[in-house]
């Protein structure tokens, strides 16, 4: 099933000067993986601080391409410039999940109802990326499946956001989107259990 996933490669193409610039800087994948995580726990206690300021609905979008970028270019720097470390492994997966937790509970500041909507998501897409990496402890490869990875979260988050910011929609369409959201992302932590088992037999 077609993920936003699958445009990474293209994605890190853009990138691979401004990795090349990090490493000349001597900025470590450890150090933008860490980045990308304080940005987005910032960002999601901005929300709840000033959640009627629509200028911070509208930086969302922003800040989500920002963190997907980061999240790229610590995997290159790790991978084309030798700075694999077994802590980076950690903080890859872990930070990764923190920041989804974050940025989703965010929308919670929105209105009292949306908090255990919010609560559940973020839950289930921590379970979604727990279940891609747990692929690799039965001899299969880290699973990135969709319909509802990392990506098309940031997306539908970047997207609800700005429609936020422009008073578009407000705490009722937030709730009728995270509802299927919710569904879909159970369907993809199904889906890599299934397709990491399908791998390793």
Request: overall charge positive; some cysteine; proline content about 4%.
């Amino acid at each position: 099933m077609a993920s936003i996933y699958q445009l990474k490669p293209a994605f890190q193409d853009l990138l691979r000067p401004i990795a090349g610039w990090l490493f000349r800087e001597g900025i470590t994948a450890n150090q933008v993986t860490t980045v990308a995580a304080v940005l987005s726990v910032t960002y999601s206690a901005a929300l709840w601080l000033a959640p009627s300021t629509s200028g911070l609905w509208f930086g969302l979008p922003a800040v989500l391409f920002v963190r997907m970028a980061l999240n790229a270019l610590d995997g290159m720097l790790a991978r084309e410039y030798g700075q694999k470390s077994r802590l980076g492994a950690f903080l890859n997966e872990l930070c990764d999940i923190v920041s989804d937790a974050a940025l989703i509970l965010g929308f919670a500041s929105l209105a009292p109802n949306l908090t255990m909507v919010c609560a559940v998501f973020a839950l289930v897409a921590a379970l979604s990326e727990t279940a891609g990496i747990c692929a690799q402890a039965c001899g299969a490869s880290r699973r990135y499946d969709g319909p509802m990875g990392k990506s098309d979260r940031a997306f539908l988050l970047g997207a609800l956001g700005l429609g936020i910011g422009a008073h578009w929609i407000g705490p009722g369409v937030v709730l009728g989107a995270f509802l299927p959201a919710i569904a879909a992302t159970a369907w993809t932590t199904i889906r890599r259990v299934r397709a990491a088992l399908t791998e390793a037999s």
